[in-house]
């Protein structure tokens, strides 16, 4: 049966067997960074290109006046730089899943004893290290060009990152289920989905911007209440632990959410065969 449990030939333990072929599969997206320089050049092209772009614009604001519209400028530039991780996380998931596609290899990856949530486990380890790659360089350079040192925030930024990413693993397994159920027609949905999120996720300004019928929907968006939390720490010096713990929450529903819908088109796709000829 594909993607039945298999016991490992060596003898190992079922866990470390597990780890070994997550590790297979993150290895085999690895090598393809290791002998090609212009794929780890494309993940800091976007958010080093932002970044910049950005930066110009929150130095001009930064110089308009020197006290209120300075704070602002720096959640602008803290904004684009967080909401990278969340765009990142997504697409270094959907992406390396469409590598399986592309090269016509999933249907020989789950004649191998690997589980559906090993492949999982492996595509959110290539989507953390694809965002890192491509964020922390354009953290480094927001630092050296405009003085904006995001970890200057204190330990909370790493809860603002893993918040982040975990919604963007959420949206990706989302995508990875439409393109299990409608193949092609949905691949171009992996660049797209959560950039149409941006209006909700309060990236550039706080919810109560929004129209009253939009806060709610808002709200609902793990992203909101990061940007919520960082702004507080930016412009008012504290943590607001409400909005994180609202953040992780919402997460949390949205990964089970989703890894729900995951499982269910996967099984959909290898009952139909669609697993040997998705994109075709």
Same mark, same amino acid.
């Given at each position: ?31 393809l ?10 993940? /800091?092209?976007? %958010? ?27 959640? $602008? ?12 996380s997504?697409?270094?998931f959907? @992406?390396?899943?469409?590598?399986? @596609? ?11 004893? $690997? ?13 953390? @290290? ?6 922390? %360089? ?19 930024v ?7 990413? /975990?919604?963007?693993?959420?949206? &990706? ?14 691949? %171009?949905?992996a ?14 300004? %706080? ?10 929907? &808002? ?10 939390? /960082? ?7 504290? @943590? ?9 929450a $919402?997460? $949390? ?16 796709a ?11």
């Open positions: 049966m594909i993607g039945a449990a298999k016991r490992d030939p060596a003898g190992h333990s079922p866990a470390l067997a597990s780890a070994r072929r997550i590790w297979g599969m993150m290895y085999r997206h690895l090598a960074f290791r002998r090609s320089w212009p794929r780890v050049l494309e993940l /800091m092209y976007w %958010p080093v290109l932002q970044m910049i772009v950005w930066g110009f614009v929150t130095a001009y604001l930064a110089g308009v006046q020197q006290n209120t519209t300075s704070l602002a400028a720096g959640a $602008l530039l803290g904004g684009v730089l967080l909401w990278e991780v969340a765009l990142r997504q697409m270094g959907a @992406i390396s899943f469409l590598e399986e @596609i592309w090269s016509r290899n999933l249907g020989h990856v789950f004649v191998s004893p $690997l589980r559906p949530w090993e492949l999982v486990a492996a595509l959110v380890g290539m989507g953390a @290290i694809r965002m890192l790659t491509g964020v922390l %360089p354009a953290i480094a350079l927001a630092w050296f060009l405009y003085g904006f040192a995001l970890f200057s925030l204190g330990p909370v790493v809860l603002f990152f893993a918040a982040l990413m /975990m919604m963007g693993w959420a949206v &990706a397994l989302g995508v990875t289920s439409l393109i299990l159920r409608h193949g092609a027609g949905a691949e %171009p949905l660049w797209s989905v959560l950039f149409g999120l941006t209006p909700f996720a309060a990236v550039f300004y %706080p919810v109560s911007v929004l129209p009253g019928w939009l806060q709610p929907l &808002a709200l609902a968006t793990p992203a909101a209440h990061v940007f919520e939390g /960082m702004r507080a720490a930016l412009l008012e010096g504290r @943590i607001a632990w409400g909005h994180l713990g609202a953040a992780f $919402l997460d $949390l529903l949205w990964l089970g959410a989703m890894a729900l819908l995951f499982m269910r088109q996967f099984r959909r290898r009952e139909s065969g669609a697993l040997l000829t998705i994109g075709e």
